[in-house]
């Protein structure tokens, strides 16, 4: 090879190899340069798998302020679930709850010191008008104090697989709001802090677990105790709900959030032409970069739904019953069949980028324990019977994230046998190893004699 062919080789090598780190990392670079979102952090994610679309410091813990009654909301919707907690069971105020209940400057509804209330309403002020003093009331009926019910709520976070978190109080205030009153073992100062993934995370179990939350969640207005002198309109704080000021096509969620330490927080999710997205924005900002207002944390999550909405699909990436090539069949062991044919129980559909459909390559992954090193199973073989799934990778190694492992198992497809196969009777299997064994003696013998000539 003279010495300009082979620079052009070179050259012509090094122009596919920056192709191709182009086109792995096109996804991330067009959500970037799309999206630029003016918060110290934020996530957007598809509402249905939990896959990662895109990401601002996502990892960088932070102020959450009320969005911390999210995780008030899913113990107490756990806690009815199982039978804990009743709707209709009624609170006595405490002297805690009556005292910041008390304070206009939080966001509230004024509680009686002698009065009861029911757990459906102050669950209603709660979610609906982000009402402080009821959120407390909850935390007493399901921890028996604040104390012990933030305890909870660490340990719930833990089991559900949340990472950059730390709970001091159930609603999402400053610590010194609590003039004291403060739960034990917390600082005076503290506040509640998580991750943009981690807030999504919880919005994701909250929304999946719990799907009842959104019809409280979207509602926009409701009056407290109506037609009693203590009534008072609860005007809902998430203003993109579509009959509100910056109303948006589908919003029906989640949680707003605000102090001081926070800055203008939002948990926001919709649905729209059988999409879902949540989103995450903390500290929004304004286009100067400064620390926004109620239209900052509106205007971006607004961006992060619109890019998603107009940019992905759901596609149905595998069919039901499909068969990966060259991997339609397994060998079978000790079977009337000595082999059984394979396919998916399930389509595989996915919110994939527009007209990114063929960048996803299907992948056969078997179950270790139904076959041998060789990849052969062994009789008998009920049909229907599980012996793997199908998963995608992208063809141009695009790292694809999932908020959770149940999330990602939405985005595979059980491969199961598409028949019976019996296992073959003694007489079969003893005649079937006499031929093996002569087969290999006469295959021997053939090969040595091949060798003489």
């Known amino acids: 090879m003279n010495k300009h062919l082979y620079q052009k080789y070179i050259a012509s090598a090094l122009a596919m190899i920056m192709f191709f780190s182009v086109f792995a990392g096109v996804h991330k670079a067009h959500a970037e340069a799309a999206l630029n979102v003016n918060a110290d952090g934020a996530i957007l994610v598809d509402g249905k798998t939990g896959k990662v679309l895109y990401e601002k410091n996502a990892d960088s813990v932070l102020g959450i302020a009320s969005m911390t009654k999210m995780m008030t909301e899913y113990i107490l919707l756990d806690s009815v679930k199982k039978g804990k907690v009743k709707w209709d069971q009624e609170y006595r105020v405490s002297d805690l709850v009556y005292k910041i209940s008390q304070r206009r400057d939080l966001s509230n509804v004024p509680l009686r010191a002698d009065g009861t209330y029911k757990v459906r309403e102050l669950y209603q002020a709660m979610a609906i008008y982000s009402a402080n003093a009821a959120t407390i009331a909850l935390a007493e009926i399901m921890g028996g104090s604040e104390t012990n019910f933030v305890k909870m709520m660490n340990d ?37 802090v998580m991750s943009s993934r981690a807030v999504a995370k919880l919005a994701f179990h909250l929304i999946n677990d719990f799907p009842d939350v959104l019809k409280t969640a979207s509602t926009p207005k409701m009056v407290f105790r109506e037609g009693t002198t203590d ?15 910056y109303g948006y096509q589908g919003m029906d969620g989640l949680k707003t959030g605000t102090t001081d330490f926070a800055g203008y927080c939002f948990t926001g999710t919709a649905s729209r032409d059988g999409k879902r997205f949540i989103t995450v924005v903390q500290n929004a900002k304004d286009a100067s970069g400064q620390q926004g207002g109620y239209k900052a944390r509106f205007e971006e999550t607004r961006k992060m739904m619109d890019y998603a909405f107009s940019n992905y699909t759901n596609v149905k990436l595998v069919p039901k019953h499909f068969q990966v090539k060259g991997q339609k069949t397994l060998p079978v062991l000790k079977g009337k069949d ?116």
């Open 156 to 192: 719930k976070a833990k089991s559900l697989g949340l990472k950059d978190y730390k709970f001091v109080n159930s609603t999402g205030l400053n610590n010194r709001d609590y003039k004291g009153l403060h739960p034990k073992g917390t600082g005076a100062e503290d506040e509640n």
């Open 231 to 245: 009534q008072i309109n609860m005007i809902n704080w998430n203003w993109m709900l579509p009959s509100l000021d």
């Open 338 to 453: 000595d082999q059984v044919k394979i396919y998916t129980k399930s389509a595989i559909n996915m919110i994939v980028l527009n007209g990114e459909e063929k960048n996803y390559q299907p992948v056969l992954v078997l179950d270790k324990n139904k076959v041998n090193k060789k990849g052969e199973l062994t009789a008998p073989i009920k049909k229907g019977e599980k012996i793997g799934y199908v998963t995608l990778k992208p063809k141009n190694n695009e790292k694809v994230s999932f908020l959770t492992a149940e999330g990602q198992k939405k985005a595979q497809a059980d491969v199961v046998a598409a028949q019976d196969v019996e296992k073959a009777n003694w007489f079969v299997l003893m005649m079937r190893g006499i031929g093996n064994f002569f087969g290999d003696v006469f295959h021997g013998i053939g090969t040595t004699i091949k060798g003489w000539f």
